[in-house]
């Protein structure tokens, strides 16, 4: 009887962290990506990155990655087949792709979108002429401006709850970007919740040459997402291209960080695995 009783013990104690493990294994999902990859060559080298990137984890935390450059794809039956969309560096802008990609994200689908995919600005090759994306599901509006050179910044967590910061530190420095200012104040919107900004310790963010280029102070969220939706904004993707020296060399890469690929990789299974 001990021996039975034994033996019993000891089956549940290897049974019970087995079970554990296989729960806390998120589900498989498949993601799908769409970009341009014609303009800026600090777009395109984030993209070219992102090609890599993604597949890799994919194959570490049990979902696919697929991508293309249609964007005739932004239809419903071809966007049933997934349940994470990645915008890496544009949008779309036929009137049928739009109103194809807002019923996705109504009817509970899942989106991360990365820097210049939020990009509008009137005029000029993306004019904002997408008010439910731009006023209402993004909650920024218009581009502002920009700090120059790309570089790294301090950022701050704002919310320690959310599945995509909760692994985070506090305060981590990013790999170097170009950052954006917004036409709307996102901590007045109700609708939005921000979940990194610009640390003041940051400052003077940029280089120039232009003198408003270089940021001495104020807000900037730059990750953050609208409740109402499965959405997630991260103003990171361009990379420094030595553009000066005409080499066009690359001079810095977004995944080459790792707490900020901790955010990404954390951000994208919260996507693929929660219900709206």
């Known amino acids: 009887m001990k021996k039975q009783l034994t033996f019993l013990l000891i089956y549940i104690a ?4 087995v079970h554990a493990l296989f729960a806390q294994k ?5 993601v799908v990506a769409f970009f341009t990859g014609k303009n800026d060559r600090a777009h395109i080298s984030f993209v070219g990155e992102a090609h890599r990137f993604f597949p890799e984890m994919g194959k570490k935390y049990g979902f696919t990655y697929d991508s293309t450059s249609n964007w005739n794809n932004l239809n419903a039956e071809y ?4 349940q994470v969309v990645l915008f890496l560096d544009t949008r779309p802008e036929k009137p049928e792709q739009r109103a194809a990609f807002q019923t996705y994200m109504e009817n509970g689908g899942g989106w991360m979108g990365f820097h210049f995919s939020a990009f509008a600005l009137t005029p000029s090759a993306y004019n904002q002429d997408w008010d439910w ?32 910061t909760k692994n985070l530190p506090d305060t981590f420095k990013t790999a ?3 950052w954006y200012r917004w036409e709307k104040d996102l901590k007045a919107n109700p609708d939005i919740q921000i979940l990194l900004s610009i640390d003041p310790a940051s400052f003077p963010l940029g280089t120039g040459p ?4 270089i940021w001495h ?4 969220p730059v990750v953050w997402t609208n409740k109402k939706y499965k959405m997630i904004y991260m ?28 955010l990404v990789v954390d951000a994208l299974i919260w996507l693929g695995n929660s219900k709206k």
């Open 133 to 164: 994306y731009h006023d209402t599901f993004l909650g920024s509006g218009q581009y502002k401006s920009n700090t120059w050179r790309p570089t790294s910044a301090i950022l701050k967590r704002e919310d320690s709850g959310h599945p995509a």
């Open 14 to 17: 290897f049974l019970v962290p």
């Open 26 to 30: 998120p589900s498989s999902f498949k």
């Open 79 to 82: 966007l049933s087949n997934y």
């Open 210 to 213: 232009k003198t408003h280029e």
């Open 176 to 178: 170097p970007n170009e």
């Open 235 to 262: 103003n990171m993707g361009h990379n420094d291209i030595d553009y000066e020296n005409k080499t066009n060399k690359e001079l810095s890469f977004t995944f080459a960080n790792a707490t900020q690929n901790k």
């Open 217 to 220: 102070s104020g807000y900037y």
